[in-house]
């Protein structure tokens, strides 16, 4: 179970887990819980560059698609296959099996503007999502 | 739930018989090439003439559509589709025409064409007009076409085009398929475009901004003049997504606005059928300056003949067979002659009143997702504050079912949470708004008292509940006879 206090947020919703210089995202649980059951996953291929906030995966659920954004910018060095063969992956373990790809990140500070778990909670709460 | 026409039967009973054969009997793979014959018997189904009709009458009353009962579909536009256009588009001198019959033999149907294009030309604001795209996304596209012929003519071919968050998704799914960059461009919160954020993401890179207006919340863009100020200072054409055209039809123009390019949806504004009546009909206008890059062929008046011109040098080409769902077109023909100018503008300050009574007559058993001002043809309420009784906006929806009705739009526009979309348009009556408006009323009610009734719904429908996640993940469209 990742210890998601460790975890970096970004307003859109995705999480990162900094090893070293690569950067590990998924999507939130509060997110999953929101787009509801995941049907489908389309991630980005492996030595595709990604900038911070640009488009990097989608994920489609039964009520609508939805666009998934590199929290940081930098190549994409794995892709978790897993969540596109089995989607509800994403649902049962966000933080753990159902990550989406790992970024191999080209600047560190990137990660300056993104939000604790405590603040990220706190932004699901002031509704302003 | 009834069978699937395969599943019933009997095997060797058939409809009809056959007179005895007048030539000689001969096998097939004696005048058909042994690789072109079948291996395996067609698996056809094999009833009677009665258990035929009864099989498609029975289905025929599982059908729903807007003659049978209220459509509040938002966006979709689902009004009342005339019985006499579609009387009228099939008389045998529409419907028993060729496309490939002489032109000097269907001048009056390519004047009926001709004249089409100059109404929607006159209530658009537009200078020329293209009746090939068959549908709404089919005009984003050819739109996008003629954009990108544009600017390559320039020299200049830019790679961006600017979309707001509200956007119909069909947008972005044009542009991208045309080559461009999609950039979202975020609402304020009023939910229109915020005058700053399109400043950011306008520049000399894109190539056009699309638009719906008013926009997929039902509100118009007030600032629209300085919105098309700002995407044309920057070179960049603007696009009118024509979907909610409903409520601007014989009021307002989109040419006027500063919309360079638009499409209209025939099967929406103008009561052709929709959907499963289908087919539908989505032309697009353009600017004088854009003129030369429509589709080819274009309908013009040579020495006072019609006929179909395919020399056009700059355009596009082709983006669909002959000029278009011809059918379609007729029928929005009569409609637009039979209401006329003042018409028109009736029926689209009647949509607009109706969107506003069924809007007031639920505030305070729902929470509209923008309000504090009228609405135009729709409006979009939030189902969020539902949520702490278990009951989600799907749930509302489905038990919507039981009632007899059609459930509206839901999930959209994604910028709003638990999305319900309404529209009703100007063909429903009083007593039908305060019927559906009691039945929404009602829904609150028992979300409140007993959620597992709503969030069980529908009860009353012949197929219950779908599984909508074993349907999307283990899609499964192809009968198989069993032990074949």
Redesign the interface.
């Known amino acids: 179970m990742a210890d998601t206090g460790k975890l970096l947020f970004a307003k859109t919703h995705e999480w990162l887990r900094v090893e070293g210089n690569i950067g590990y995202v998924g999507i939130t649980d509060h997110a999953q819980k929101e787009i509801t059951?995941v049907?489908?996953v389309e991630l980005p291929k492996v030595g595709k560059e990604v900038s911070k906030e640009g488009e990097a995966a989608v994920v489609?659920s039964?009520?609508?698609?939805?666009s998934i954004y590199a929290p940081v910018s930098g190549r994409v060095i794995k892709a978790n296959d897993a969540v596109e063969k089995d989607?509800?992956i994403v649902n049962k373990s966000p933080y753990d099996d159902g990550w989406f790809f790992a970024i191999e990140m080209k600047d560190p500070e990137e990660t300056a503007s993104l939000m604790s778990l405590k603040d990220y909670e706190e932004f699901i709460k002031s509704g302003a999502h | 739930m009834e069978k699937l026409i395969f599943e019933t039967g009997s095997e060797g009973r058939n409809g009809c018989s056959l007179p005895k054969l007048d030539v000689p009997d001969a096998a097939e793979s004696s005048f058909i090439p042994g690789n072109l014959l079948r291996r395996k018997e067609a698996l056809l189904p094999e009833v009677s003439e009665l258990d035929c009709i009864r099989h498609f009458t029975r289905l025929s009353r599982l059908n729903y559509s807007v003659d049978t009962n209220f459509y509040p579909l938002g966006s979709c536009t689902m009004k009342y589709n005339p019985r006499i256009n579609e009387k009228i588009a099939s008389l045998p001198q529409f419907s028993a025409l060729h496309p490939y019959q002489p032109e000097s033999s269907v001048q009056g149907m390519l004047k009926l064409l001709y004249d089409t294009e100059q109404m929607l030309c006159r209530i658009c604001g537009m200078d020329a007009f293209t009746l090939q795209p068959a549908a709404g996304a089919h005009g984003e596209l050819t739109g996008m076409l003629i954009a990108r012929a544009y600017h390559v003519s320039k020299g200049d071919p830019r790679k961006k085009v600017l979309i707001p968050d509200s956007a119909h998704g069909t947008n972005p799914a044009s542009a991208a398929l045309c080559g461009y960059e999609v950039v979202t461009v975020k609402s304020g919160p009023d939910g229109r475009i915020d005058i700053g954020a399109l400043k950011d993401a306008a520049g000399q890179d894109v190539a056009v901004m699309m638009l719906t207006n008013p926009n997929t919340l039902g509100l118009f863009e007030k600032d629209i003049k300085k919105i098309a100020d700002i995407i044309h200072g920057s070179g960049a054409l603007l696009y009118l997504d024509g979907a909610n055209m409903n409520a601007l039809a014989g009021v307002s123009r989109p040419g006027d606005m500063g919309f360079d390019i638009c499409h209209v949806n025939l099967h929406k504004t103008f009561s052709t059928p929709h959907g499963g009546g289908g087919p539908g009909s989505g032309p697009v206008g353009v600017k004088a300056a854009l003129a030369d890059y429509l589709p080819a062929p274009r309908i013009k008046i040579k020495r006072n003949k019609f006929t179909l011109d395919s020399d056009c040098k700059k355009s596009i080409g082709k983006v669909k067979a002959f000029y278009g769902n011809i059918g379609v077109v007729i029928k929005a023909y009569c409609y637009i002659r039979s209401l006329g100018g003042e018409g028109l503008r009736d029926a689209a300050f009647e949509a607009v009143l109706n969107a506003n009574y069924l809007k007031a007559k639920l505030r305070g058993n729902y929470t509209p997702a923008f309000d504090g001002e009228p609405c135009m043809h729709e409006f979009v309420l939030t189902g969020k504050d539902k949520k702490p009784m278990g009951v989600r906006t799907l749930d509302i929806a489905k038990r919507l079912l039981d009632y007899g009705y059609y459930a509206p739009t839901i999930y959209f526009p994604l910028i709003v949470e638990e999305a319900i979309m309404i529209e009703p348009t100007e063909t429903e009556s009083k007593q039908t708004l305060d019927a559906f408006a009691d039945v929404m009323i009602k829904i609150t009610g028992e979300a409140a008292s007993d959620p597992s009734l709503v969030t069980s719904a529908p009860h009353t429908t012949p197929v219950r509940r779908l599984d909508e996640v074993a349907a999307a993940r283990e899609l499964n469209l192809r009968w198989k006879k069993t032990g074949a």
Not at chain 1, 62 to 66: D, R
Request: glycine share 0%; charged share 25%.
């Open positions: 059951d049907v489908f489609e039964v009520k609508a698609a939805f989607p509800s």
